[in-house]
């Protein structure tokens, strides 16, 4: 498998921010920065994508510092949402979508990794570009889509009721 010290924590830590938002989805329908599921989820995943600007196979800045960098960009404006415009029900809208694309985006990175590695010796892909790898995000890319309907109706049966 070949993971430095830092491929290990980063990715120790990776997995609990994603299990953290799954909890987040399953009990509240979104990731919840005022749960402890959303705390967990906004931290970890912020150490995960600094500590991604460490790793790199190819050597040097890559795309999937660009990714981390941006997933971080995504978690830091629905923080400031969160924080900063409390009382404004349009805001929660961003918050939850902005949320809500970094958990699939860093989903993207995961399941490449995954592919390629799982199982040891012989794993499901060969490449990025494998088929099962495409046709895994793809199946996510509809769950994104299909989630993110669900919280926005959600948020505006919560937003008429405020």
């Given at each position: 498998?070949?993971l430095?010290?830092l491929?290990?924590f980063?990715?120790?830590i990776?997995?609990i921010a994603?299990?953290?938002?799954?909890?987040?989805?399953i009990?509240?329908?979104?990731?919840d920065?005022?749960q402890?599921?959303?705390?967990i989820?906004?931290?970890?995943?912020?150490?995960t994508?600094l500590?991604?600007?460490?790793l790199s196979k190819?050597?040097g800045f890559?795309?999937g510092?660009?990714f981390?960098l941006?997933i971080?960009v995504?978690?830091?404006v629905a923080?400031?949402l969160?924080?900063?415009?409390?009382?404004?029900?349009?805001a929660r809208?961003?918050?939850n979508?902005?949320l809500?694309?970094?958990f699939?985006?860093?989903?993207?990175?995961?399941?490449n990794e995954t592919?390629t590695?799982?199982?040891?010796g012989?794993?499901?892909a060969k490449?990025?570009?494998?088929p099962?790898?495409g046709q895994t995000l793809?199946?996510?890319?509809?769950?994104f889509v299909?989630?993110?309907v669900?919280?926005?109706?959600k948020?505006?049966?919560?937003?008429?009721l405020?």
């Amino acid at each position: 498998m070949g993971l430095s010290n830092l491929g290990i924590f980063h990715t120790a830590i990776g997995v609990i921010a994603i299990v953290a938002a799954v909890a987040g989805f399953i009990r509240n329908g979104k990731i919840d920065l005022s749960q402890l599921t959303g705390k967990i989820y906004f931290y970890l995943t912020l150490i995960t994508s600094l500590t991604a600007l460490g790793l790199s196979k190819q050597g040097g800045f890559n795309p999937g510092h660009i990714f981390a960098l941006f997933i971080v960009v995504l978690i830091l404006v629905a923080f400031f949402l969160y924080s900063k415009r409390k009382e404004n029900n349009s805001a929660r809208y961003f918050e939850n979508a902005l949320l809500t694309f970094s958990f699939f985006l860093s989903l993207v990175p995961t399941v490449n990794e995954t592919f390629t590695r799982v199982p040891i010796g012989h794993p499901l892909a060969k490449a990025p570009t494998d088929p099962i790898v495409g046709q895994t995000l793809l199946v996510l890319f509809v769950l994104f889509v299909i989630g993110s309907v669900f919280q926005f109706r959600k948020q505006r049966r919560i937003s008429k009721l405020v």
